[in-house]
């Protein structure tokens, strides 16, 4: 018997303004900077309720180092917690790297990564590589059409989280027509749970919507550098008031997430799954991500566990742009690695940013500061 419907707060997308690209570098689907920024209301014709008041851990800073180090620097406290020094400046770049038979890599250096940004070639400035706590939203489809397929979307779903970070911290967003917050950002699994399985699936799909509202969730509540949004869907968008442009540049345009992308196609109308391919690869590739098109349920455990292992494994490689950031506008980036150890290495990461100059803040990081060669183990 299918859970019976609840009641939850919408997604509101805050007015956030978007930065307006640069003429001479444009991504894919942002090819009309003259279109009007619209702003996203998605008011709801039921009672909201409040989301439950789980606290995130605040970062600590009790024993963490001044943030008078220079950018890019990493320090010991005396808990045995690392401090990172970001200059907002700094462009940092998460970084997956896969060898030519599609294996990740876990044993590069700082000197392995070459860098462009419009072409010009960069200076990397600051290297880490460790399992870093994040900041997660996941975005389920709650449409008519899911109804047969969220108890094995919903296992898949925790099953991502279990295998993550115990650190990382979520929020549930589950869409139709209109996005709603079902669990608000907490590292309490339990109430993640309760989030995943509120949902009460008619209606249809308002994707570009729910990626937006759920960027902007994260812009203004995340506590991790490290973002990502976890997107489980069905069909392709047929409801949104935004456009796919629209939602990449909300995402890019707030220094967003890694977008990770789950299309469940496999029983869709051909035009249909052309179209929620193209959506669900964009949405991806322009920020680092993967887009997973699995066969059938069975397939789609595997997938979160493999997104969970992505994440957790992850180069963070940064640069001071040549550029200066009160330019604006936006930068495509290019990475490579090259090492004597491996051949036809691959980087994932994504593919441009708007330039926004800032000041200088510290954030909390776990573990061993230093490049190592494999993997940490996972609790």
């Known amino acids: ?121 960069q200076a990397t400035s600051s290297f880490v590589h460790q399992d870093q706590p994040v900041s997660m939203g996941i975005l389920i489809d709650n449409s008519g059409s899911m109804l047969d397929k969220r108890s094995a979307v919903n296992a898949a779903a925790m099953k991502l989280l279990t295998e993550s970070n115990p ?7 589950n869409f139709n027509d209109r996005a709603y917050l079902d669990q608000g950002f907490t590292v309490d699994r339990v109430a993640l749970n309760r989030g995943v399985s509120h949902f009460d699936s008619r209606g249809t799909t308002a994707l570009y919507d729910a990626v937006a509202a759920s960027a902007d969730e994260l812009a203004h509540h995340a506590k991790q550098r490290k973002q990502v949004l976890l997107i489980i869907t069905d069909g392709a968008d047929n409801a949104s008031r935004l456009t796919l442009r629209d939602a990449i540049r909300r995402v890019q345009g707030l220094a967003g997430p890694v977008v990770y992308t789950i299309g469940l196609l496999y029983d869709s109308d051909p035009k249909e799954v052309l179209k929620g391919r193209g959506d669900l690869e964009a949405l991806s590739a322009e920020t680092g991500g993967l887009a997973y098109f699995p066969r059938s349920l069975d397939e789609v455990s595997e997938i979160a566990s493999e997104v969970a292992r992505d994440i957790r494994n992850q180069y963070v490689v940064g640069y001071h742009s040549t550029k200066a950031a009160s330019l604006g506008g936006y930068r495509q980036v290019h990475v490579e690695a090259v090492s004597p150890g491996h051949k036809n290495l691959t980087v994932r990461t994504r593919r441009g940013y708007y330039a926004q100059s800032g000041q200088k803040k510290s954030m909390e990081t776990a573990g061993d500061a230093t490049s190592r060669a494999a993997p940490q183990s996972q609790p």
Request: charged share 25%.
């Open 1 to 121: 018997m299918p859970p019976q419907p609840v009641q939850a707060r919408p997604v509101q997308s805050q007015p956030v303004p978007a930065p307006q690209p640069a003429a001479q570098a444009q991504p894919a689907e942002l090819n009309n900077p003259q279109q009007p920024e619209k702003q996203l209301d998605l008011a709801v014709d039921r009672d909201p309720i409040p989301t439950p008041d789980v606290a995130v851990p605040p970062v600590s800073t009790a024993n963490a180092p001044s943030v008078s180090g220079p950018a890019g620097e990493i320090r010991k406290g005396e808990n045995g917690v690392y401090t990172l020094h970001e200059d907002v400046d700094e462009v940092l770049l998460d970084c997956t790297v896969i060898d030519e038979k599609g294996r990740p890599v876990f044993d590069l250096r700082k000197g392995d990564f070459r860098i462009w940004e419009d072409g010009a070639p």
């Open 167 to 173: 650190r990382d911290a979520a929020f549930v967003v």
